[in-house]
């Protein structure tokens, strides 16, 4: 791949021109896709899906990953790179998506399923190697090819998987430029270039990112900015909850948009559920500690990259901790009230959790509306409780797409083996969020669907079943 790169930056002398050639390779590679072939267009997926499976692979590009961008851990990001991959390739192969799809003859319908063409898929630097290849694989399974916009700090990673699933598409008799990279040094201008060029832009990562596609001409679909609250109710199993947070906070170092960064918990079990999350792991901070933590965890506005997704022992030794607070996993800071942007209600993309402490469960969801305003409206919601009542109430009184019940929400939110969410490392939060979709990112979103329709039994009901009800009750 880095061969390639080389040629496109002697052949082209400007970020459109080397946009612009690969999107008519990737338009060549189309024409030679056999994507009327739903067998061949699985092989492909497949294809995609082993290289970075494959266990060496899987391996070595979380280390890659951990090395380029600072960010996470190696043992996390070989569960990204597998897990992640292995569920998103069990949906995909579950799904038609080429040729006839559904036929419905009741209805007198017959469904096609078509590509929607070429696929610019922006990528983050915290999964700089499973979201491409969950996006390719995506995309790929409707028919379409795709030109991946890494993030400069992520971009060896992502050349090196870039890389091997070109090498597997070879292998497997597909052509190499249904998945391409944007050439050395990735620029602003370049990734807007390829924005303005593709047919389908599928953004994730920082809200400009996605903001910017939104304004490029191109249809989009961007996903929200995570911030998940967590209820921890009055009726939970409190060291099942804890469990369950605090492998789900740690993981990766919390870079997973969907890393619990706030609890709420009920006044009459505080104690308890705290007392349970200190036996989990979670080291609870004095108010002194707490305003250390704040001093140091933004700077000018921005995260302090030197606790961002850090390992405990580093990000306690630069928040100042004491050394048996580098002994634990994670960082608890309690609030008494919601602040705003860059408050401990931010998103934190650290092992800083926030608690705070709700008088009864009208409050809690009363918190949890207030953090979702401050970032992370229309993402998710975390619920652990053994009264399925509350878990209703919390859904039907939340602005966000996705209420996880009794689940590590950093596992459970883009798919799980045991819940029914698609696998995914994009996850829509709809309007709410300024997104296109409220789902997870799935195959559904890289395909068009054109209809057969033949006439069927006339479906005309009388004016009386339609109006009757209303005129009885309002009059004609």
């Keep these: 791949m880095s061969a390639t790169v080389e040629r496109l930056d002697e052949r082209q002398p400007d970020e459109a021109a080397k946009v612009a050639a690969l999107i008519d390779r990737a338009r060549a590679a189309m024409e030679a896709y056999e994507n009327h072939d739903q067998a061949r267009v699985d092989e492909a997926v497949t294809a995609?899906?082993?290289?970075?499976?494959?266990?060496?692979?899987?391996?070595?590009?979380?280390?890659?990953?951990?090395?380029?961008?600072g960010l996470g851990n190696v043992d996390s990001k070989i569960i990204k790179n597998t897990r992640k991959t292995f569920g998103t390739l069990r949906d995909l192969m579950r799904a038609k998506t080429v040729g006839v799809i559904d036929e419905q003859p009741e209805r007198g319908l017959v469904l096609y399923g078509k590509p929607v063409g070429v696929v610019a898929a922006v990528c983050p630097s915290t999964n700089p190697a499973a979201t491409p290849v969950n996006k390719a694989m995506m995309a790929?399974?409707?028919?379409?090819?795709?030109?991946?916009?890494?993030?400069?700090?992520?971009?060896?990673?992502?050349?090196?998987?870039?890389?091997l699933m070109r090498a597997e598409l070879a292998k497997a008799g597909h052509p190499e430029d249904l998945v391409q990279i944007l050439p050395k040094p990735v620029n602003k201008a370049m990734t807007q270039a390829l924005l303005e060029m593709a047919d389908l832009n599928v953004v994730t990562g920082s809200q400009n990112n996605v903001k910017r596609a939104m304004q490029s001409g191109t249809v989009s679909i961007g996903v929200g900015a995570g911030n998940a609250p967590v209820v921890i109710d009055s009726s939970a199993d409190f060291d099942d909850a804890a469990e369950?947070?605090?492998?789900?906070?740690?993981f990766d170092n919390a870079t997973s948009c969907s890393s619990e960064n706030s609890v709420i918990i009920l006044d009459d079990v505080y104690e308890e559920a705290m007392a349970a999350l200190e036996r989990a792991g979670g080291y609870r901070c004095s108010p002194e500690q707490k305003d250390a933590i704040g001093a140091t965890l933004w700077v000018d506005g921005k995260l302090n990259r030197h606790v961002l997704a850090k390992d405990p022992a580093i990000a306690a030794e630069v928040f100042g901790l004491p050394a048996e607070a580098r002994e634990r996993k994670f960082f608890m800071v309690e609030e008494a009230s919601v602040g705003g942007k860059h408050s401990f209600a931010d998103e934190k993309l650290s092992l800083v959790l926030t608690v705070y402490r709700a008088k009864d469960f009208d409050d809690a969801k009363r918190i949890v509306r207030d953090v979702l305003n401050v970032t992370g409206r229309g993402h998710s919601v975390g619920i652990h409780t053994s009264d399925m009542n509350h878990a209703r109430d919390l859904a039907a009184a939340t602005d966000v797409v996705r209420v996880l019940v009794n689940q590590a929400h950093t596992f459970g939110n883009g798919g799980s083996f045991n819940n029914a969410l698609p696998f995914t490392l994009s996850m829509g939060g709809g309007t709410w969020a300024g997104n296109t979709i409220d789902d997870n990112l799935n195959y559904r979103c890289f395909i068009n669907v054109t209809r057969l329709v033949t006439t069927i039994a006339e479906d005309k009901p009388g004016e009386d079943e339609l109006f009757g009800a209303y005129w009885a009750k309002f009059g004609k």
């Design 48 to 69: 995609l899906a082993w290289s970075i499976y494959k266990p060496e692979n899987a391996r070595r590009l979380a280390e890659l990953a951990v090395e380029d961008t």
């Design 140 to 163: 790929l399974k409707g028919g379409n090819a795709v030109i991946i916009a890494p993030s400069p700090a992520g971009y060896q990673t992502t050349a090196d998987t870039v890389a």
């Design 244 to 250: 369950k947070i605090t492998a789900s906070k740690i």
